[in-house]
C-alpha cells in the first residue's frame, strides 16, 4: 500500500469514526497491518498541515476528523481526488497565466509587424511624392523655356514683320 492509499483510508475512518480521538499508529497496525511509524507520522503531519484533523495534547498520534477533513471526504471522496482536483485546478490557473501572456505577446508581434508593414509603405508614398515633386519642378522649369522661347519667337518677328509692312504700306 502506498502512502496515499494509507492517508485516503486514515481519513476515511477518522470520518466514519468521528466520535472522540484515536491514534493513527493503532488504526494503521490493526485495521491495515502497517507499522511503519516514519510513513504515519508523515501523513500526520500533512493531515495537521493541511487542517484535516485535530490532535489532542496527550498523544502526538491521536486525531480527530474536523470540518475541514469531512468536506474533504463529502466534496471529493477520498484524500488521493481532492489532490487530483487540486492539480488540475492548478494546471488551470498556470494555463490562464500563460495564456493572456501568449496572447499579449502575439498582440505585440501583430502590432509591430503592422508597424514596420505601415512605416515602410509610408517610406514608399513619400519618396513617390518626393519623386514627382521633383518631376513637376522639373516640368514647370521647362514650360517656363519653353513660354520665354515662346515670348521670344512671337514678340521679335511680329515687330519687326510689323514695322516693316507699316515701312512697305507708306
Known amino acids: 500500500m502506498n502512502r496515499t492509499e494509507l492517508f485516503d483510508k486514515l481519513l476515511n475512518h477518522r470520518y466514519e469514526n468521528q466520535k472522540g480521538f484515536c491514534s493513527l499508529l493503532d488504526i494503521s497496525?490493526?485495521?491495515?497491518g502497517i507499522k511503519d511509524r516514519i510513513l504515519i507520522e508523515s501523513i500526520?503531519?500533512?493531515m495537521l498541515e493541511r487542517d484535516l484533523v485535530k490532535q489532542t495534547n496527550?498523544?502526538?498520534f491521536s486525531v480527530m476528523i474536523n470540518y475541514n477533513g469531512k468536506q474533504v471526504i463529502e466534496n471529493y471522496g477520498s484524500y488521493s481526488s481532492f489532490l487530483e482536483s487540486e492539480k488540475v485546478s492548478q494546471k488551470k490557473a498556470q494555463r490562464s497565466k500563460i495564456t493572456p501572456d501568449v496572447i499579449k505577446i502575439g498582440i505585440a508581434i501583430i502590432?509591430?509587424?503592422s508597424t514596420a508593414i505601415l512605416g515602410w509603405l509610408n517610406y514608399i508614398d513619400n519618396n513617390k511624392?518626393?519623386?514627382?515633386?521633383?518631376?513637376?519642378k522639373e516640368l514647370n522649369k521647362k514650360i517656363e523655356s519653353l513660354?520665354?522661347?515662346?515670348?521670344?519667337r512671337t514678340t521679335t518677328p511680329y515687330k519687326k514683320n510689323a514695322v516693316d509692312s507699316a515701312k512697305t504700306k507708306g
Open 129 to 136: 511624392i518626393e519623386n514627382q515633386k521633383t518631376e513637376i
Open 147 to 152: 513660354e520665354s522661347e515662346l515670348k521670344k
Open 29 to 32: 497496525e490493526t485495521e491495515f
Open 111 to 113: 502590432f509591430g509587424i
Open 44 to 46: 500526520l503531519e500533512e
Open 58 to 60: 496527550y498523544d502526538q
